[in-house]
């Protein structure tokens, strides 16, 4: 958390080439590594607490990314969709949509550089099931294929 901690804080000083970018991936990095500490916090969330839901959806996220839904979460607590997607947004700065489609790619880009898995079983691996959305979000993401991305990660 300190080296994303520092490279937040050195984008914002220096000028650099998509600033805004790197600091909104460092910034959800960083909420993500927070997470693995939510496990401590006092917060309920049988209390339907705005705070406990928020955490409940981003827990979700990272533990169930291949399946994580927005209407399964608000129909579990009983809550409007509405409601939960605006709690997480006011909250985090993201949507669930976003979070989710950010963890997706991370996981991805891990397999890529990690495994052997061809780039089809990596995107059924990771939760998506249109192969053309996926190519363009992590093209979007990362700036390259997902080919090129495991190409550049093993040369």
Known sequence: MQNLVENLVWTLV???????????????????????????????????????LVMTALR???ENYRTASLTDIAEKYGVTISYLSA?????TGFTFKSL???????KAAALLSGTK???SDIIMAVGYENTSYFYRAFSEM???TP???RLRQRG
Not at 18 to 40: G, P, S, V, Y
């Open 147 to 149: 080919r090129e991305y």
């Open 142 to 144: 990362y700036g390259v």
């Open 14 to 52: 220096n000028d650099t080439k998509n600033r805004r970018r790197i600091t909104q991936n460092t910034m959800a990095l960083l909420f993500l590594e927070l997470l693995n500490c939510t496990d401590k916090l006092a917060a309920s969330e049988n209390e339907g607490d705005h705070s406990a």
């Open 60 to 62: 979700e996220i990272e």
């Open 100 to 106: 989710l489609r950010r963890k997706r790619m991370e």
């Open 87 to 91: 709690a997480v947004h006011s909250t």
């Open 117 to 119: 898995l061809s780039v």
